[in-house]
C-alpha cells in the first residue's frame, strides 16, 4: 500500500482515490504517524506528502523528522509536501505575496521517471503562494513555469520526488499519468479491487466474529445496505438486521427492503412496524428542529428495545464510510457534520463495534454493493435524509399528509425514471406546503394545497443547483399530480440553489 501524510489539503482524499484507481490500496494518515510504526509496516511501499494551507516557516505548520527521508521507500511529494521535504533536507523555501492560481503552462527540462515519455510542456493546476528557491543538494529540477523556477525536482538515487502542482485533479492534463508512474516506481502490487476487498473483509469479519452475534441498523440506504450483504457473505445467520420502519419512508420502500433481504440473504431480518409510534410522537410538531429531534430520539429507543430483547450480541455492525472518519476523525479535515450512529446504545450492553466499510469512499461502496450482487436501484439509490419524509411536509404531520409526499414523490420518479433524468438528476422530491390556493377542477371551485417539486445537480451535497428540468416533464408531472393526487391543486417548481436555499426545505 501507499500511505498520505495529511497535511491538511482541500485535495488529499483525492489523492488517495487516484492512487486506489490506480489499483494501489492507499490510506490517509496523519502526518505525524510515527516512524517506527511505517518500518514495521513491510506493505508500505511508498508515501505521498499531501499539500496543505501552510508555510514551512510558520510557527505552528506541521512537519515530519528528518529520518522519514532516510526510509528508502519512494517518497512523492505534493505543494506543501515538496516544500516541506526541501525545507528539510537542506533547500530553501521562498514566501511570496504572489500566488499561482489555476491552469499553468509548464516546461518538461531535465529527465524524470514520473514525466517519462511526456512532451516538452504540460499544463497543470497550480495553488500555492509559497515556492522552493533552493533545491536541497542532489535533487535536481526537471520542470519550471513563468512564475516558479522549480515545479518538479528529484533526487534519483534516493527516489525523492517533488510536484509544486497538484496531480490528483483533473485539471492537470497528465496528472493521473505522473502518479500511475510514481506508484510503479513504489513497486507496490496492483491487485486493490472490489473482489480483493470482499474476500479480505470476509476473513478479518469471520476472524473478528467468531461464533458470536452481530447486530446491524438496516435503514434501506445504500450504505447499511451494502454492510448487511458484507456481512451475510461472511457470517450469515449470525446476523441480525433491525429494520425500524418508522413510516416515513418512500412508497412502497419499507416493504421492498424488508422483501429483498428476506429473500436473497440468511441474515435474520427483524422488521419493527413503528409507523403509529412515530405519528403519534409527531402528532401537532410543526417546528422543523423538534421534528428532526423527536424523529432520532423515538428511532433509537425503538432500535434499543430491539436489541435488548437480543441477549446475546456482542457486535453492533455500522456502516460507516471512510469520508465519515475522516470528516469527524482526522485531525487536519474540517468537521462537516457528525454522521451516523445509531446514538448513545444503552453502554451496559456493551457492544463492541464492526465497520467494515471505514476505508471506503461512497462511489466504492456503490461498486461494492454491485460486486456483491445487489440490484442497482438499491446501489444507485439517491441520498435520503434520516428523518425521511416528515421533513417533505412543511407543518404538522398526519397521515393524510404523508400520503400525499409518498405518492407525489412517487409519481416524480416514475417520470424522472420515464425521462432518463434518474441519472443526471442527483436528488428530487416533492414538498407538501401548508398553503392551500383556490383552483377549478371540473365545474367547481377547489382549495387545496400548494405542492413543490425539488431537483438539484450536485457532487456531494454541500453544494447544490436547481436542475434545468424539461418543461415537457415538468408539465406532465404537474398534470399527473393534479389529477392523480387528492388534496394538491396546485405545483410550483423550486428554482433555488444551494446556498441559499438547503436542498430539503426543512
Ligand atoms: P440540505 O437540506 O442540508 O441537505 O441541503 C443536504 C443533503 O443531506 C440530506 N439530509 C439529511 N441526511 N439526515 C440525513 O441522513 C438528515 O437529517 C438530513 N437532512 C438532510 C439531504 O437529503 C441532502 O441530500
Known sequence: KILVLDFGSQYNQLIVR?????????????HDISLDKIKQDPSIKGLILSGGPHSVYDQDSFTVPKQLFELDIPILGICYGMQLMAHLLGGYVEGSQ??????TYIDLIDENPLTAGLGKTTSVW???????????PFFVCTAKSSATEHVMMRHLARRLFGIQFHPEVTHTEQGLYMLEQFVKLTEASRTWSMTTFIESQVEKIQNTVLDQQ???????????SVAAALLDKAIGKQLTCIFVD??????????EVADYFNQNFQLNLVVVDAKGLF??????VENPEDKRKIIGKTFIDVFEAETKKLKNATFLAQGTLYTDLIESGTKHAKTIKSHHNVGGLPKEMNLKLIEPLNTLFKDEVRKLGQALGLPEALVQRQPFPGPGLAIRIIGDVTEEKLKIVANSDQILRDEFLTHGLNQSVWQYFTVLTPIKTVGVKGDNRSYEYVLAIRAVTSIDGMTADFAHIPYDVLSKVSSRITNEIKGVGRVVYDITSKPPGTIEWE
Do not use: A
Open 18 to 30: 487516484r492512487i486506489r484507481e490506480l489499483g494501489v490500496y492507499s490510506e490517509l494518515v496523519p
Open 98 to 103: 504572489h500566488h499561482e492560481f489555476g491552469k
Open 126 to 136: 497550480m495553488s500555492h503562494g509559497d515556492q522552493v528557491k533552493v533545491l536541497p
Open 214 to 224: 452481530v447486530i446491524l441498523g438496516l435503514s434501506g440506504g445504500v450504505d447499511s
Open 246 to 255: 418508522h413510516g416515513l419512508l418512500r412508497k412502497n420502500e419499507g416493504q
Open 279 to 284: 405519528l403519534e410522537k409527531l402528532k401537532g
